[in-house]
C-alpha cells in the first residue's frame, strides 16, 4: 500500500510539472479582427508558441501575438516586419526594409498609403496587418516594445479546415 501512495505521489507531482511547463510554453488565441486577413480569419483559433522567444527574438515575417501598447487593450496579432536597427519605409504600394523591396506574396492588397523613412530604435519592433489597408499596426505611428510580445504563432487548430502549421515567410 505504501508503495501505491508513493507512486501515485511521483506520478501526480510529473503531471503537474508537465502541465506547467504546457501553460509556460503555449497558449491558444482567437483572432477577433479581420487585419490578418486573408492569411487568418475572425474566429479561427491558434497555438501560440511562447517558448521559442526565450531563446532568440522575433524574426522578419514571423506572425506574432504581443500585448497591445499604448492605449490599446488585448492581444494583438500582426507580421514582425522591420527589427530593432531596421529602416523601413512605404512607398507606391511597396514595403521596403533597409532599402529593399520585401516581397510578400501573403497580403491581402498593397498599401494605399505611404510612411516616411524611419529607424526601429532598439528593442522595438515594426509589425503590420495582413490586410495592410484595415489595420491598426506600426502604420499608425506606433511600435512594439520586445517585452509586449508574447510568442509566435504556430499552429491554426479551428476551424478544421484551417488547421495546420502557420506559414513561414522570410523578409528581406
Avoid at 507606391?92 to 524611419?118: C, F, H, M, R, W
Avoid at 506606433?142 to 522570410?170: C, F, M
Amino acid at each position: 500500500m505504501k508503495t501505491f501512495f508513493r507512486e501515485f505521489l511521483i506520478t501526480t507531482i510529473l503531471a503537474v510539472v508537465i502541465f506547467l511547463l504546457l501553460q509556460a510554453s503555449f497558449q491558444t488565441f482567437v483572432i477577433y479582427m479581420s487585419s490578418m486577413e486573408p492569411n487568418f480569419q475572425e474566429g479561427q483559433r491558434l497555438v501560440v508558441n511562447k517558448a521559442v522567444y526565450i531563446l532568440g527574438d522575433p524574426q522578419r515575417g514571423d506572425v506574432v501575438i504581443f500585448d497591445a501598447p499604448g492605449n490599446r487593450t488585448g492581444d494583438y496579432i500582426k507580421r514582425a516586419i522591420a527589427l530593432p536597427g531596421d529602416t523601413v519605409e512605404v512607398k507606391e504600394g511597396t514595403v521596403y526594409i533597409n532599402g529593399s523591396k520585401a516581397d510578400e506574396p501573403y497580403i491581402k492588397d498593397s498599401p494605399s498609403y505611404t510612411l516616411e523613412s524611419q529607424k526601429i530604435p532598439a528593442n522595438m519592433y515594426f509589425v503590420l496587418g495582413d490586410n495592410r489597408n484595415n489595420s491598426d499596426d506600426s502604420h499608425n505611428g506606433w511600435l512594439v516594445p520586445r517585452q509586449n510580445i508574447i510568442g509566435k504563432a504556430w499552429l491554426s487548430i479551428w476551424p478544421v479546415d484551417e488547421w495546420g502549421v502557420v506559414s513561414a515567410y522570410s523578409l528581406p
